[in-house]
């Protein structure tokens, strides 16, 4: 798996990129990262950037079909980090 781009940048992402988005949960020093993937991505005017739907499938991208089906969040595009195979 390799970074493309890192968070932080606006920019439009295309439905099935792959994505990663990492955050420090309960005030734990630990960086958690959930993998997923874009499925709507638009130019939001209210916020002033892209602004994304991800399906996320946890702490890994599943092999093959998922067992369990994704969490669907929205997330701006420059909170995630792009992933390419």
Same mark, same amino acid.
């Given at each position: 798996m390799t970074v493309a781009k890192v968070a932080g940048e606006d920019r439009y992402l295309a439905p099935g990129t792959k994505v990663r988005r990492d955050a420090y949960y309960n005030d734990d020093d630990h960086l958690t990262s959930e993998f997923g993937v874009v499925v709507h991505c638009w130019l939001d005017d209210a916020i002033g950037m892209f602004?994304?739907?991800?399906?996320?499938?946890?702490?890994? &991208?599943?092999?093959? +079909?998922?067992?369990?089906?994704?969490? %669907? &969040?929205?997330?701006? +595009?420059?909170?995630?980090?792009?992933? %390419?195979?």
């Open positions: 602004d994304c739907y991800i399906a996320f499938f946890g702490p890994h &991208f599943p092999s093959g +079909a998922p067992k369990e089906k994704p969490s %669907i &969040f929205r997330y701006a +595009a420059v909170s995630l980090v792009e992933i %390419i195979d």
